[in-house]
């Protein structure tokens, strides 16, 4: 629903293509992860983005949305940090 790519580029072919192109290149990927409020800022979300990229060679870089409209809100900052601290353990 969020994002639609998703459709055409399911993460369970992203996600190998993603270890592919590091074990080629050795590069470091960086991953980025829009935070909205109650939709995916949840310790379980971050636990499943954990295991997601576990193994990746990678730098997330955790966003809070900047509210544009009254579809989604901003995570509140102890969501944010909490949700940090579990993907960086």
Do not use: W
């Not at 190998?16 to 409020?37: C, D, N, W």
């Not at 995916?40 to 900047?66: E, T, V």
């Amino acid at each position: 629903r969020i994002m639609p790519i998703n459709r055409k580029y399911p993460l369970g072919q992203l996600i190998p293509a993603l270890h592919q192109y590091v074990a080629k290149t050795g590069r470091r990927l960086t991953i980025e992860y829009i935070l909205l409020a109650d939709v995916n800022d949840q310790p379980h979300h971050a636990h499943a983005l954990a295991k997601l990229l576990k193994g990746l060679k990678c730098n997330i870089n955790l966003i809070p949305y900047n509210p544009v409209d009254d579809q989604y809100r901003r995570p509140r900052r102890d969501a944010v940090l909490t949700f940090q601290a579990i993907v960086s353990e």
